[in-house]
């Protein structure tokens, strides 16, 4: 069974520009997530989906951050514009509701901003 | 707000020996679940163990297992017999089933040869 895929794994890109990441949850998993990892540091939730809805994005800044989850499978999260803070690492997750509550990650996606 | 608390920053130990990574946290909640993920350097973090605070016996997963103390909030994780392979980042987490999981800011472990 494929694990959760994200895309691209890098992205190098100037300031002030726009970027898109991708991810693809495992199959059957309605809940989907995004995380932040600065470098040294743990993850941080920047949304959370159920199905297509979300349901937990009070740490998205919703100024320059947009990410939609249609048809409740496939997620992209935008950021735009980006600034040179926003160099990280974006990690995609996913759950099975009623499951053993572990979360799936994908590999992440690296952005460096200049 | 619940929050995880890992007081190494990096830990070290010889192969072959045995380690034990620190974790408290921080709930109002009696149930919930705590988690041991490993974040090696290509960065797809992969569980390493689960424990359900019901549950009193401790979880083990082969060389893995844990120290769970539910009255004292602490969710330590011992790693015997330890191997190369195991050297990476080892991120604790809790999570109320239904919400997000909450991470603390990681042990890097090195395993020295």
């Known amino acids: 069974e494929a694990g959760v895929v994200q895309s691209p794994r890098y992205k190098i890109i100037e300031k002030k520009q726009p970027v898109a990441f991708w991810c693809n949850p495992i199959?059957?998993?309605?809940?989907l997530y995004w995380y932040l990892q600065n470098l040294g540091q743990g993850p941080e939730l920047l949304i959370r989906?159920?199905?297509?809805?979300?349901?937990?994005d009070s740490q998205l800044p919703k100024d320059r951050f947009s990410a939609e989850r249609l048809k409740g499978v496939d997620s992209t999260l935008k950021i735009q514009p980006a600034e040179l803070g926003d160099s990280a690492v974006y990690l995609c997750?996913?759950?099975?509701?009623?499951?053993?509550?572990?979360?799936?990650f994908g590999e992440g996606s690296r952005l460096t901003v200049l | 707000a619940q929050t995880v608390t890992q007081s190494q920053p990096e830990m070290s130990v010889q192969e072959a020996e045995t380690v034990t990574l620190s974790c408290t946290y921080d709930?109002?909640?009696?149930?919930?679940?705590l988690f041991w993920y490993k974040q090696p350097p290509s960065r797809q973090m992969i569980l390493v163990i689960r424990?359900?605070?019901?549950?009193?016996q401790n979880a083990t997963e082969n060389r893995f297992s844990v120290n769970f103390q539910k009255a004292a909030k602490s969710f330590s994780l011992k790693i015997s017999d330890s191997q190369l392979g195991d050297a990476a980042m080892y991120f604790c987490?809790?999570?109320?089933?239904?919400?997000?999981?909450?991470f603390g800011k990681g042990t890097k472990l090195t395993v020295n040869p």
């Open positions: 989906y159920e199905n297509e809805e979300a349901v937990d």
């Open positions: 987490a809790y999570r109320i089933l239904s919400e997000k999981l909450v």
């Open positions: 997750a996913s759950s099975l509701r009623g499951g053993t509550g572990e979360l799936f």
């Open positions: 199959s059957g998993h309605n809940t």
């Open positions: 709930t109002s909640e009696s149930d919930y679940y």
């Open positions: 424990q359900e605070a019901y549950k009193q």
